[in-house]
């Protein structure tokens, strides 16, 4: 049977919990740490670790089949990417943070301010629609110091525990999405691949029932 190219975040949130769920699927997975390329000796699959950033345009090409990514990287990078499944964990927002002690009324406080993001898209379709003009700084790590070293007036990043933003004397005064991990799939995957992928869609809601 035709592998199917599955893509999974190489480092950080979602890569553990992306192994996991495809565990409880029954796939193993030969794992080679250093390695970017594994694949699966029970389950016609193989596994290609990523940059998140990155996956979107590896779907539209259709060098990898499917992928398990957060929400939000596709809303920044790949609205026209289809999800098939939304997958439960690695919950998350999307949120603009001003510092502690600045007075917030409304988005409205936006207009005209330097806000740091990793999320362009998102803060400009966010704000575009609330009739804002602010200026934006993209970077692509670390956002939450610039407001303390004089780089921006406010921020817009993940939100998980909250405890990155706590510890920069941030607070979030607007909430633009939520996001969670999901099933993506590329628009060029093959017929006979898209066997595997409902195959493997079976699976995925099995565990998904039984989590619950
Ligand atoms: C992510 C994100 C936020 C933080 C949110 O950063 O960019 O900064 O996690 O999580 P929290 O609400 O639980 O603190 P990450 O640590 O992945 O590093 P990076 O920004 O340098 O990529
Ligand atoms: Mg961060």
Not at 7 to 20: P, V, W, Y
Not at 169 to 186: C, D, I, Q, T, Y
């Amino acid at each position: 049977m035709t592998k199917i190219r599955i893509a999974i975040q190489k480092s950080g949130r979602l890569n553990e919990d992306s192994l996991r769920i495809l565990k409880d699927c029954g796939i193993s997975i030969d794992n080679g740490k250093d390695q970017l390329k594994a694949s699966s000796r029970n389950f016609p699959m193989e596994v290609f670790y990523l940059r998140n950033g990155d996956i979107p345009q590896y779907l539209r090409d259709g060098v990898v089949d499917i992928a398990i990514i957060g929400e939000n990287v596709l809303i920044e990078k790949g609205e026209d990417i289809a999800v098939a499944e939304k997958l439960g964990f690695s919950k998350c927002k999307v949120s603009l943070a001003v510092p502690k002690a600045v007075k917030y009324d409304s988005v409205k406080d936006f207009e005209g301010k330097r806000i740091a993001t990793s999320y362009p898209n998102t803060v400009k379709n966010y704000l575009k629609e609330k009739g804002v003009n602010a200026d934006l700084h993209i970077i692509s790590g670390s956002v939450e110091i610039a407001p303390n070293i004089g780089l921006a007036d406010a921020i817009c990043d993940i939100v998980s525990s909250g405890s990155t933003l706590f510890k920069n004397n941030l607070k979030e005064v607007e909430v633009m999405l939520k996001s969670e991990a999901v099933l993506a799939v590329s628009p060029k995957i093959s017929e006979e691949r898209k066997l595997v992928l409902q195959k493997l869609q079976f699976r995925i809601q099995s565990v998904l029932k039984a989590r619950q």
